[in-house]
């Protein structure tokens, strides 16, 4: 049985992968998306996620719009600080045709609500971006958590910082929304981190070999992987040379594969007023804390492994499976 997934994205050239992989692969069923403010604003966010789903021949699928700001700050949509980032690693339009299709009429939030309430199957809840959408569920429904079956989230560092020295972008760009995520109570919460996605890189031979697949989505992905590989080697080399971390697909390819990451349960928290620490996970590896583990955090990636599955869904091999 396929396992049914809505992605809550905020998309960019990662953001993207993950919507190409999450819709064609023959073990995932993929019931929407919704759009949040982060790499990206929100409504080019909705625009991005719209020319991805029509370029890869999956206009089925809806896209709900979400929140245009962080629960809490006042410094977004986005701050010059992010923009900086945001223009090397992701551009803001992607380099796909218009769409042709629309989004939903219903709010992102509304929509989660409702869906999960009245679910009969389980949907796992992938927040790819800021955790603004999610954290507003929880504040209008107080059974959301209960309804929800299980969460992956992109987000978080341990010992590499990619927005600042010690925070990763989605965790430092809604650091309460966050925290409300990680104390709700979710049956079953997942992080995957910038530690973990940093040991999945992605080569510009593995994006040549994907162009040379032919497929709509493996000549999307190859041009949004190698945007980041140059944006990457112009301000933050990665140590395999000519390579970038693509770091939402992994969260994707682990409700595919498990094996993809190794996870421990721990305790994570998140700073919300450190000068210079906001937005850090504190995750309790050493069992310091004396608190109740909340989070199953992946550490470590099987890089081969995600690589192939990149290779073969996007790259048409299974794709055709899909529906």
């Not at 953001?15 to 999450?22: G, R």
């Not at 349960?265 to 109740?292: C, P």
Request: glycine residues 6%; negative net charge; charged residues 20%.
């Amino acid at each position: 049985m396929r396992r049914k997934l809505i992605l809550d994205v905020d998309t960019g050239t990662d953001d993207a992968v993950a919507i190409m992989l999450a819709a064609l692969h023959p073990d995932l069923d993929l019931v929407a998306c919704t759009t949040v403010n982060g790499n990206v604003d929100v409504e080019q966010a909705t625009d991005n996620t719209l020319r991805v789903l029509e370029h890869i021949g999956r206009p089925d699928i809806p896209v709900y719009q979400g929140l245009h700001r962080p629960i809490a700050r006042n410094d977004f949509p986005i701050p010059r600080a992010v923009r900086n980032l945001t223009s090397y690693i992701h551009g803001f339009e992607l380099d796909l045709p218009p769409p042709t299709i629309a989004k939903q009429p219903r709010h992102a939030v509304d929509f989660l609500v409702d869906t999960y309430r009245h679910a009969t199957d389980d949907i796992a809840l992938v927040p790819l971006g800021p955790m603004s959408n999610v954290a507003t569920a929880l504040l209008m429904a107080p059974d959301f958590a209960q309804s929800v079956p299980e969460v992956v989230m992109m987000g978080g560092a341990h010992a590499i910082g990619n927005i600042t020295p010690s925070a990763g972008f989605n965790t430092w760009s809604d650091p309460e929304a966050v925290s409300s995520v990680l104390d709700a109570g979710f049956r079953k919460l997942t992080m995957i981190p910038i530690d973990a996605t940093h040991q999945a890189l992605i080569t510009r031979d593995d994006c040549r070999e994907l162009a040379r697949a032919g497929t709509p989505a493996g000549i999307a992905a190859a041009k949004a992987i190698e945007r980041r590989i140059d944006g990457h080697n112009a301000g933050q080399p990665m140590h395999i040379p000519d390579s970038a971390p693509v770091h939402d697909p992994l969260c994707v390819a682990f409700l595919a594969d498990p094996l993809v990451v190794t996870t421990r349960h721990l305790h994570v928290a998140i700073e919300t007023r450190g000068e210079f620490t906001l937005g850090r996970t504190v995750i309790d590896v050493s069992l310091r804390g004396g608190k109740e583990a909340n989070c199953h955090v992946a550490l470590t990636a099987d890089r081969d492994r995600f690589v192939a599955m990149l290779k073969s869904v996007l790259g048409g091999s299974v794709a055709s499976q899909a529906r």
